[in-house]
């Protein structure tokens, strides 16, 4: 069983940073794929960034250029660096882990067996 917290949210204005930590319990992390999504009001969930276990990354197009993702094996945790956040940005984060045997990149939720619970990200015009 993996252990999924999150923190770091907020409220920013239009063009701020915040940068979100996940910290995940378990003695292997370091061979985890790890992923951020997203959840706006009203919306579904999508994905925005994945590091996998070989520190390979993706981000979806929305976020290039703006967003950082991040590890740090010692300290079992994630992180996603926020930068020029606009009011699209707005949405509940959600980290997600995948410990399975086989690394390899993916934007499907379905890749991911444990989920934090959020953490609100409210950027304002």
């Known amino acids: 069983q993996v252990q999924l917290v999150e923190s770091g949210g907020g409220l920013v204005q239009a063009g701020g940073s915040l940068r979100l930590s996940c910290a995940a319990s378990g003695r292997t992390f370091s061979s985890y794929d790890m992923g951020w999504f997203r959840q706006a009001p009203g919306k579904e969930r999508e994905f925005v960034a994945i590091?996998?276990?070989?520190?390979?990354?993706r981000y979806v197009d929305s976020v290039k250029g703006r967003f950082t993702i991040s590890r740090d094996n010692a300290k079992n945790t994630v992180y996603l660096q926020m930068n020029s956040l606009k009011p699209e940005d707005t949405a509940v984060y959600y980290c997600?882990?995948?410990?399975?045997?086989?690394?390899?990149?993916?934007?499907?939720?379905?890749?991911?067996?444990?989920w934090g619970q959020g953490t609100q990200v409210t950027v304002s015009s």
């Open positions: 590091i996998t276990s070989g520190r390979s990354t």
């Open positions: 997600a882990a995948d410990p399975g045997t086989r690394s390899y990149l993916s934007v499907s939720s379905k890749k991911y067996d444990y």
